[in-house]
């Protein structure tokens, strides 16, 4: 009867050791995929900061292009009004007005995309660092986890420091400055 006991004890540590490590399991791939999806919204981000940038750099383009036409057609209309020919700088305002407002258009939507940018791009500094950061926790927590689920695993606790680390950088640091 204690052989029956102990065959049925060990059968339901077996089954419960499982039980936990299909958890952990699925523990793993969720932080696996919720780190997945903050990169791919990092990825969507700076796409849009790439975006933004190219779009500046096509309006500042069209801008320049604006203010050398706009340039001409001042000159056309001085031109014309010193040699008394109204009907000509009618001409050349005509041409010159719309120049003067697609060139203003183009100077708030360059506004626009440098305010969007302003915003952006330093929210996106910090969440790259957060996700980093966030990066190295699901790594330490999934490795933990993979420790914590072997059978053949030391106890010892694997991490090491801050402290640990900054010392090894002195002692090395040390030595590469005695050895030149």
């Known amino acids: 009867m204690a052989i029956r006991f102990a065959q049925r004890l060990t059968r339901l540590v077996r089954a419960d050791a499982h039980g936990i490590i299909e958890s952990l399991e699925d523990r793993a791939l969720l932080l696996k995929q919720h780190l997945r999806e903050a990169e791919i919204e990092l990825q969507r981000k700076r796409a849009r900061l790439a975006t933004l940038d190219e779009e500046e750099q096509r309006l500042l383009e069209n801008a320049k292009r604006l203010e050398d036409a706009t340039r001409t057609l001042d000159e056309d209309t001085r031109l014309a009004l010193e040699g008394e020919r109204e009907d000509l700088a009618r001409f050349a305002i005509r041409k010159l007005l719309p120049k003067r407002s697609e060139a203003a258009a183009l100077r708030g939507r360059t506004d626009e995309i440098r305010a969007e940018r302003e915003r952006l791009a330093p929210k996106l500094e910090e969440q790259e660092a957060e996700f980093e950061e966030l990066r190295s926790r699901v790594r330490e927590k999934l490795a933990a986890e993979a420790h ?15 402290e640990e680390v900054e010392m090894e950088l002195l002692r090395r640091m040390q030595t590469a400055g005695g050895t030149k």
């Open 148 to 162: 914590a689920t072997e059978p053949s695993a030391p106890c010892a606790e694997w991490r090491v420091a801050e």
